[in-house]
């Protein structure tokens, strides 16, 4: 019985959230994809204890691969949370594709951009959070800050990032939302934060209460994931953006996967007429190849690349290869710094992952308009790129 009520309790609340559009305050927005579900659980924990109920939280998972079940059974335990999935599994991690589906969804007047690794600490968060809008000059926006903790939880520092603020819910979509370009990590806030500054004419209010705290979980940070040069690339973007973005068009699709060509001929067991790529030295050759396949590539059609990277030994004893190990003994014997190198054998005996894997990373990025779909998969030795045509 108890279980059947909660189900009628969280039914009776999204009625109402759908049927009294500005019922809410706020609009508690989180993304996620493939996180630590146990954070996730104490995260959507500590909204549920707070004094404040006037509220929503709105989840999206954006193409989770191994823990999407599970985020899903999390969500399911409190009635306050709206559970949506896009069905973006092999794409690019875009936070602000996720922020922006979660916006235009939103009923609440006000946003509260967080993250599923941000937990409220105290139980009046959201109450001091509601105190300090009615403050505040029209339209307000309220920058939060949280603390950062080590691995065992201890509380460090106050986190000075812009990612966690409060917005008004339709200057944000007036704004155009966040910019999708910002794929990765990073720099979308600053760049939506500089915009609505400007947009405003107002510097915004940072809102860190001393009685009550937002804490950041602590996790590893893998940069290695980060494309050579991207982030600069991303600040350089940021930089020269031009101003009067587009309102935020509604609805913003949620993927499904029949919206998935790729995912669908994955799946099938006839590939035989897909048009198979492996990369190979040297490298410039290979993507040059690559590009032009795909641009002769018929629309619908597919490029496919399934392929392992691993060092390859050269057994060859060439004389300028026995030339190099004399004297590189010899200048490992008077403590000098600097070895020869064989060209020949660094140019033939290595196939760089990583540096297929960044090509593909910026082919993505800037021949999005002529790509239909695309699936994009790799770990330290092998790497899955599959990529349908548009129909321009």
């Not at 400007?198 to 494309?227: N, Q, R």
């Not at 040069?229 to 009067?244: C, F, Q, R, T, V």
Request: net charge positive; hydrophobic share 40%.
């Amino acid at each position: 019985m108890h279980s059947y009520r909660g189900r009628t309790s969280q039914k009776a609340r999204k009625s109402k959230i759908v049927n009294q559009k500005m019922a809410i305050f706020f609009s508690i927005l989180v993304p996620f994809r493939d996180r630590d579900t146990e954070v996730l659980d104490k995260c959507l924990e500590s909204f549920s204890k707070q004094h404040f109920q006037d509220f929503e939280l709105l989840f999206l998972d954006y193409g989770s691969r191994h823990c999407a079940g599970q985020a899903r059974a999390i969500c399911a335990k409190y009635p306050f949370v709206r559970y949506f999935q896009s069905q973006t599994e092999g794409r690019l991690w875009c936070r602000a594709d996720t922020l922006n589906i979660l916006t235009v969804r939103a009923v609440g007047k006000y946003l509260m951009i967080t993250d599923a690794d941000i937990y409220l600490e105290s139980p009046q968060y959201l109450q001091l959070a509601y105190q300090e809008i009615q403050k505040q000059s029209n339209p307000p926006v309220l920058e939060l800050r949280c603390y950062t903790t080590n691995q065992v939880g201890k509380k460090l520092k106050l986190r000075t990032g812009r990612g966690i603020c409060i917005i008004e819910r339709e200057l944000l979509i007036a704004q155009g939302g966040y910019d999708t370009f910002f794929k990765q990590w990073g720099v979308e806030d600053n760049e939506l934060m500089a915009r609505l500054e400007k947009a405003t004419g107002t510097k915004f209010s940072i809102f860190a209460p001393k009685e009550a705290h937002l804490v950041h979980i602590w996790h590893p940070h893998d940069y290695s994931k980060m494309p050579r040069g991207w982030l600069d690339i991303l600040h350089k973007y940021a930089s020269e953006k031009l101003p009067n973005p587009t309102p935020l068009p509604a609805p913003f699709p949620l993927l499904a996967y029949q919206d998935r060509p790729v995912l669908q001929q994955i799946q099938t067991s006839n590939n035989e007429n897909i048009e198979k790529i492996t990369f190979a030295q040297p490298l410039a050759y290979s993507f040059n190849s690559f590009l032009g396949r795909f641009m002769a590539l018929e629309a619908g059609k597919c490029l496919c690349v399934v392929q392992s990277f691993d060092y390859y030994t050269d057994t060859r004893q060439t004389w300028g290869k026995r030339m190099t190990t004399f004297f590189n003994k010899i200048l490992a014997r008077v403590g000098f710094s600097y070895r020869f190198v064989d060209v020949q054998t660094a140019n033939d005996g290595f196939l760089s992952l990583l540096e297929v894997r960044d090509f593909l990373f910026y082919f993505i990025v800037y021949f999005e308009s002529q790509i239909l779909d695309y699936y994009f998969d790799y770990d330290t030795k092998n790497l899955t790129f599959w990529v349908c045509k548009k129909n321009l």
